[in-house]
């Protein structure tokens, strides 16, 4: 939920299916973890084993039932996929709204709501590119009001559009927005991002009819799915150079290299497994995964004791699941 991508996190947000929440919270602070656990314990909703893995007790899972009846779930959150993607677009989309709306009414004087000066450049790029600003500012409330329209019913659209800036106007922090609505910060967090991630995805699944968004998103400085140093592993890679030689190059350990290929794996829903294993094995650790309903490396190679962990792993990451 915080800290930065990397090779280790987005395995283990496969591991403990969070990938919708990655990145949602990078303020999260430990101690305030630990208290809110301790507040479900006291209240009987979760039990904690001796891993302090959480399981749900039936008083907590009916009180969520409820919950989720009154408010709709934030289904559209996928942090794994569209966290970085998500920063990106609310830099420029903020400030895209402040400038637009300031454009209007001939307003030249005002503190932008981002310092970025990436992102100001890019603005700057934007709307040269784009034209008249009144045609642009009916463009983007038409894209912005069509795709916000589209929610989940109970989903509030304002939980978004109150954080924006215009003229003489200055949107709500978090905080605020989280108290007007009613909710704890992190809910509010979670339903904000909800929100993004939904307009990232829609965009790009018809940019068609959306392409002011689309642009937003997708233009220039767009960021790669893949973290720095597993794409250099990948370029390598992909030139036809072995693992051990890559570690080499790279002097990097063999077991660092074998993590970057998992997160290729995971990330690049195209890239081959059978690189690492043929075909026909393939789908027999994939029938074993089935038949034991294990993540657990040992079991599956206690079967196939002329696999590599590495391959093992390989085959549960091409799977959907990493160990």
Not at 139 to 163: C, H, N, S, W
Not at 278 to 283: A, N, P, Q, S
Request: charged content about 30%; hydrophobic content about 40%; proline content about 4%.
């Amino acid at each position: 939920m915080k800290g930065k991508k990397s090779s280790q996190s987005i395995q283990d947000a496969h591991l403990f299916g969070l990938q919708a929440l990655f990145l949602s919270l990078p303020k999260l602070k430990r101690e305030y973890f630990d208290r809110c656990i301790a507040m479900l314990q006291d209240k009987e909703f979760i039990t904690l084993n001796d891993d302090n893995r959480a399981r749900l007790t039936h008083s907590g899972i009916e009180d969520l039932a409820v919950y989720f009846q009154k408010k709709p779930y934030p289904a559209h959150m996928d942090g794994l996929k569209h966290g970085d993607q998500s920063i990106l677009l609310w830099k420029r989309l903020s400030l895209l709204v402040q400038v637009l709306s300031n454009a209007r009414m001939n307003e030249t004087s005002y503190f932008p709501v981002q310092r970025d000066r990436k992102v100001q450049d890019w603005l700057k790029v934007f709307i040269q590119k784009q034209g008249k600003t009144e045609v642009l500012s009916a463009k983007l409330f038409e894209e912005l009001y069509t795709l916000l329209a589209q929610t989940m019913p109970g989903e509030d659209p304002g939980i978004l559009v109150e954080r924006l800036t215009g003229y003489r106007d200055y949107g709500a922090t978090e905080g605020q927005s989280a108290d007007r609505f009613g909710v704890d910060r992190e809910e509010y967090r979670f339903r904000f991002l909800n929100l993004l991630h939904f307009i990232i995805a829609r965009a790009k699944e018809d940019a068609g009819a959306y392409p002011i968004v689309y642009s937003i998103i997708e233009e220039k400085e767009h960021i790669q799915p893949l973290t720095a140093s597993t794409k250099k592993t990948l370029e390598l890679f992909q030139k036809g150079i072995p693992v051990e030689e890559i570690a080499r190059i790279r002097e990097l350990k063999v077991n660092t290299i074998e993590d970057h290929l998992i997160e290729i794996i995971l990330t690049l829903h195209d890239f081959p497994v059978t690189s690492f294993i043929d075909e026909g094995v393939y789908e027999e650790v994939l029938g074993v995964l089935t038949e034991l309903k294990t993540k657990r490396l040992k079991p599956i190679k206690e079967r196939f004791p002329e696999l590599s962990y590495f391959q093992i792993r390989a085959v549960i990451a091409k799977a959907g699941e990493t160990p």
